[in-house]
C-alpha cells in the first residue's frame, strides 16, 4: 500500500459564482505546469491551472513505459540542447535532481535506478507513472491550487494584469505561466499554441523539430530493417556532433531505440549517421584472426557469435552476398577489412524522421534570449513566464526533460 493518499484537486466546471481574480494562472497542466502551480502555491499565491485536455498529467503516465523516468542522477546542462547551453544552469542548480527525489521519498513512492551496471542514472518508479501524477494532484490540493481540465483558451490579453478567455469564463491574473509543452505527441493534446501566444507578445521562438524519434528508412535499407523488426542490439550511433552508445532497435519503418533517438535530436535532413554495430570489437581484427584460426570456415558462421544470426544474413544479403558460401582462407585481407568497416562503420542516410507523432520531445522552441535565466520571466513582459518544453531547452533521453520541467518551473513558481 501506498504510503500517502490524495484526491483529485479539480473540477469539470468552475460555476459562475467563484471568483475569477489569480495572483498566477499557469496555463497547462502537464509536469511543469503542476510543479509551478505547486511552488506558487505553497508561497500562498492564489493558483489556477488551466489544461486543454480532459484531464491533467497524460504524458507523465505515458512516459517511461507507464513508470515514468522522473529524473535523473547525473542530470548537468552538458545534457541539453538549446541555442543558448548556458542557460538552463541556474535553474538546475536550484532545483536539482536530488530535491526532486527527495519529494518522492516523501510520499513513500518506490523507485529504481535503471540498469545501474550501466550508469546511466535513469529513475523509474517500481509501481506505476500514476503515483507521480499522484503525488502532484496531492501538492497541489495541499498547496489550494485550483485546476480546470476540458478548457479552451480563445484568447489571452495584458494590460495591468493578464485576462485568459475561455470557452465559459474570463479569468485575470497578476501573472501568467505558459507551461503548454512543444508539438510532440499530438493525440496526448500537443500543438503550437504556446508558440503562437509567445509571439502574439513578441518573444523570439526557434525553429521547432521533432526530437528523441525514430528514423524512416527507404529502399534496402527499408527492406533491411523491415525484415529485421523487433530486433534490438547494442550499437554506437553518431555523426559530427555527439555519439550515443545504446541499444539501437529494428523496426518496420527504420530504426529506433535509445541510441537512434538520443542522436536524431542532433541530425539534420540529408546527413549520414554512423552506426557502430560491434561496439566491443574491432571487426577487422576479429574477421582476420578467424581467418587465421579458422580458415574453412564461412563469415556467417564466424559472426553470428557477435550479432544476432538474422541480423547478420540480412547484412550478408544486402553487403557481401557474393562471399555468402566463401571459406574465410579463400578471402583476401581487402575484402575482409571492407566488410569489417561495415560493421564499425555502418553509414546509412534516414529518409527523414517519424515526425511529432512519435517523438518524444521538440526542438527548439521559444528564445531563451527572451527569458531570465534566473525566473524564467519574459524580458520584455513583465509577468509573463515561460516553462518546460516550450522553452529552447531540450534534454536527452533518461529523465533529463523532467528535470528541466521540475527545475524551470521551481524557478517560475519561486518568482511569479
Given amino acids: 500500500m501506498r504510503a500517502y493518499t490524495t ?53 507523465i503516465l505515458m512516459s517511461g513505459g507507464g513508470r515514468c523516468n522522473f529524473t535523473n542522477l547525473h542530470t548537468a546542462a552538458s545534457h541539453y540542447l538549446s541555442a543558448n547551453p548556458h542557460f538552463c544552469k541556474s535553474a538546475l542548480s536550484r532545483y536539482t535532481q536530488w530535491d526532486f527525489i527527495a519529494l518522492v521519498e516523501k510520499y513513500g513512492i518506490a ?15 517500481d509501481d506505476s507513472s500514476k503515483d507521480i501524477l499522484a503525488m502532484l494532484e496531492a501538492e497541489c ?4 491550487v485550483r485546476i480546470e481540465c476540458d478548457v479552451e483558451v480563445r484568447a489571452v490579453e495584458k494590460q495591468l494584469e493578464f485576462t485568459v478567455k475561455t470557452d465559459s469564463h474570463n479569468y485575470q491574473g497578476t501573472s501568467l505561466v505558459l507551461a503548454t509543452g512543444g508539438l510532440s505527441v499530438p493525440k496526448m493534446g500537443a500543438s503550437d499554441f504556446g508558440y ?29 530493417t523491415h525484415a529485421l523488426s523487433g530486433i534490438s ?7 559530427e556532433r555527439a555519439a550515443f552508445r545504446e541499444a539501437l532497435l529494428f523496426t518496420h519503418r527504420g530504426l529506433s531505440g535509445p541510441a537512434i533517438l538520443q542522436i536524431s535530436s542532433y541530425w539534420q535532413p540529408g546527413e549520414d549517421i ?18 587465421r584460426l579458422l580458415p574453412k570456415v564461412v563469415l556467417r558462421t564466424v559472426l553470428s557469435e557477435a550479432l544476432p544470426r538474422a541480423l547478420v544474413l540480412e547484412l550478408q544479403k544486402h553487403y557481401w552476398a557474393e562471399h555468402a558460401d566463401t571459406r574465410l582462407a579463400e578471402l583476401n585481407d581487402e575484402t575482409l577489412t571492407s566488410i569489417a568497416e561495415r560493421l564499425n562503420n555502418w553509414c546509412i542516410k534516414p529518409a527523414a524522421t517519424e515526425g511529432y507523432r512519435t517523438a518524444e520531445v521538440t526542438l527548439g522552441g521559444i528564445d531563451t534570449n527572451a527569458l531570465s535565466s534566473k525566473t524564467m520571466e519574459a524580458k520584455k513582459v513583465p509577468g509573463l513566464y515561460c516553462i518546460g518544453e516550450v522553452v529552447d531547452v531540450t534534454g536527452h533521453l533518461g529523465g533529463f526533460n523532467f528535470q528541466w520541467a521540475w527545475a524551470s518551473a521551481v524557478a517560475a513558481g519561486n518568482a511569479a
Fill in 111 to 125: 523507485y529504481h535506478e535503471k540498469d545501474p551496471e550501466a550508469g546511466n542514472g535513469q529513475l523509474f518508479c
Fill in 7 to 59: 484526491r483529485r484537486c479539480y473540477a469539470a466546471r468552475m460555476n459562475s459564482a467563484e471568483p475569477n481574480n489569480y495572483d498566477v494562472i499557469v496555463l497547462g497542466g502537464g509536469a511543469a505546469g503542476l510543479m509551478c502551480a505547486i511552488t506558487a502555491g505553497n508561497r500562498g499565491k492564489r493558483v489556477l491551472v488551466l489544461e486543454g485536455s480532459n484531464k491533467i498529467g497524460k504524458k
Fill in 233 to 239: 542490439v547494442p550499437a554506437i550511433a553518431q555523426n
Fill in 274 to 291: 554512423s552506426i557502430n554495430l560491434l561496439p566491443d570489437q574491432d571487426a577487422k581484427a576479429l574477421l582476420l584472426n578467424a581467418k
Fill in 141 to 144: 490540493a495541499n498547496a489550494g
Fill in 196 to 224: 503562437r501566444l509567445a509571439r502574439q507578445f513578441d518573444l523570439k521562438v526557434l525553429e521547432t523539430s521533432a526530437g528523441l524519434v525514430p528514423f524512416t528508412l527507404t529502399g534496402h535499407l527499408h527492406e533491411l
